[in-house]
């Protein structure tokens, strides 16, 4: 009985009151402490990875929200600069101030209200302060335009006036309240004015209200109490933290933008973050009091879920801001900017819409050694893969024809770097010419591609031409140059089968005979506008039917000859008059009688506006413009901006009766009838306009 009585007083030393030995108790305990130490490391991981990630959304919004507001900014800069230029041109006329401010609001909706400041006495016949200026006032439903420099209203002691002479490239003022609206902002872009000799005699500067970027930056939201703001440098708050602010912990990120001295801040609360992180570790904690079993199964669930759901929400985000990034990179890649004034005899545009988030489309065009290189290309596929063959593309042609002048070498190196890790067999169509803007001689090679239109004299019809064979399918494959040449006023328009195989709803194409009537009427039309009309004309045709392909097209335009000569109302300034035109109709083979009829009849018609236009001993301009010869037809424009005076209305000189009984003038525009097929005035914009016409041919 001892002995058992000892094993017993043994077994009970080991065991609780609930019945688990120490040992038991221990592994309970070890257990417990192990997964509250993998808890506490999981919430960290958890809390870090949600911090990366939205610290990565929050670039890319801060990011897509600087965009829109340089696009908004950029688009004002731009409008000014064009109004810089036109008030340069018309500098010596201050009462043409108030037309360019007055056009500034009327014709551009984005700008509230615009105006043009001049160095005190620049115009002495205006006084001290001369500011022309036009804008919106709320009531008022006309545009008022009046000048308010004065003695109360200083402009030139002003930010604007000041800084905007002192920056060539312009300058934005910090956002200040709306004076009719002390809710709105307003900011202020300043582009100073030069005389002839190109020194700042003044400013012309445009208001914008940015409300709307106020509400899309109020928009901008990654969680329920998220919010951003808007602070310019100085400390104004143009957009503040709302008024539901939290009581709480921010993560702060922010973005400067230096050039418009303004700040993005984007404030995410702590709670909004990590709130349902918290909830879901106090869930855990509670059920892993429960029972180790319960705690086990219920946690692997729960993480596993958890995981699943962050990692599909992230993927998501991911891919749409992917995506969304994607789509600007590969806009980025077209061309954007307008050639340069050495590529004046050409007016190239193109456009490009995808089917989908990203296409596989792609056009491109450059100038080099004056020369236009530009390709128009299709990858087989849509979507994210025919993308990124679609820049590979873009680049290779960038590259390679950086060296090369010749489109069959061209294409041949395009193809052996396309053909080479190529498992997909994924092939493109592409058109690639090289021209050469003085004589419009194009040398061009097709892959496979759709056969371009050309547009001549109204009638439009396919570029004949046999095509090589796709990219990316065989390296070897050989590729033949052709030529063409565009006359002055023709179209070379190239496109993707995006066009032709466009569908309705009722699955009929639209196809190559809509295409060439669509082209056929191109007329006059700028490369824009050409582009407009087709991709008008699809419009109609597709209705609400889906886009089933990625649509491109690139119009390459050789602009009518036109030429230029502006001389002052001296009449000594006659003698540039015969060179001008020698010039202008070298090589035309014009015949020497007519050259003679038209030199002739222009200096009868100028010299009359010499003598006439403008106010004795008042200083003025006379501009002639010729368009031509095209289709057999020369056409002159002769401007100036002084008396409004119609010469056609003259009476004509009577050469019937003697010299003694006939009245004084009548006969310069008498010759000029007899001399020109077609003659008509108009007086328009603060210039009279006589147009006149002759046929060459």
Partial sequence: MSNESSLADKSTKNTDSSGFTKWELVKILAAIFILLAASLTYYLYVRKEILHNDQKRAEVALKHTENIIRSRFGKVETILGAMQLMAEHELNDPDEMFVIAHYTVKSNPIIKSAGLAFNKYYYPQKGCWFEPAAANIPGIDTLVVEQIGNEGHDYTKMEWYTEGLMYEEGVWSDPYPDHYNKDSYLMTFSLPVHNAIREPVGVICADIDIDTIAKFIRSVKLYPHSFCTLVTESGIEVVPPPSTKLNDKYYIFTKTMEDKNIILTIYIPYSDMYGRLRKSTLVFFVLALLGMLAVFIITYSYIRNIKHLNEVKINEERIESELSIACNI???????????????????????????????????????????????????????????????????????????????????????????????????????????????????????????????????????????????????????????????????????????????????????????????????????????????????????????????????????????????????????????????????????????????????????????????????????????????????????????????????????????????GGLGIHLVKEIMDTEEYVYRDGHNILSLSKRVD
């Fill in 330 to 664: 590969q806009l980025a890649l077209l061309p954007s900017s307008p050639l340069p004034e050495i590529a004046g005899n050409m007016d190239v545009k193109g456009m490009q819409i995808s089917a989908k988030y990203v296409g596989g489309d792609l056009y491109d065009y450059y100038l080099r050694d004056n020369k236009l290189l530009f390709c128009v290309g299709d990858v087989s596929g849509k979507g994210v893969p025919a993308a990124l063959l679609m820049a590979i593309s873009h680049s290779l042609f960038r590259t390679i024809s950086a060296h090369n002048d010749h489109p069959d070498e061209i294409m041949k190196e395009l193809n052996v770097s396309m053909s080479a890790n190529n498992p997909d067999m994924m092939f493109i169509t592409m058109f690639l010419g090289i021209m050469d803007l003085k004589e419009g001689k194009i040398r061009y090679c097709n892959a496979g591609h759709n056969p371009p239109i050309v547009v001549s004299n109204g009638k439009a019809e396919f570029l004949s031409t046999d095509p090589s064979l796709l990219l990316g399918v065989e390296p070897s494959a050989k590729f033949t140059a052709y030529d063409l040449t565009l006359a002055p006023g023709d179209t070379l328009f190239l496109y993707s089968d995006g066009l032709t195989e466009a569908e309705n709803e009722r699955k009929e194409l639209f196809g190559e005979k809509r295409a060439l009537k669509t082209a056929a009427g191109f007329g006059e039309m700028t490369a824009e506008e050409q582009i407009d009309r087709m991709c008008a004309a699809v419009s109609r045709f597709v209705g609400n039917a889906e886009q089933s392909d990625d649509l491109t097209m690139l119009a390459v335009r050789r602009q009518p000859a036109l030429s230029m000569l502006t001389l002052t109302n001296d009449l000594n300034e006659l003698t540039k008059l015969e060179p001008f035109l020698e010039d202008t109709f070298r090589d035309k083979n014009l015949d020497a009688s007519v050259l003679s009829q038209i030199s002739l009849a222009l200096e009868e018609a100028i010299a009359n506006v010499i003598m006439y236009a403008y106010p004795e001993g008042q200083k003025g301009t006379v501009t002639l413009k010729i368009d031509g010869p095209s289709e057999g037809v020369v056409r002159m424009e002769i401007s100036d901006a002084g008396t409004p005076f119609n010469p056609l209305e003259h009476k004509e000189a009577n050469l019937d009766v003697s010299l003694e009984e006939r009245q004084i």
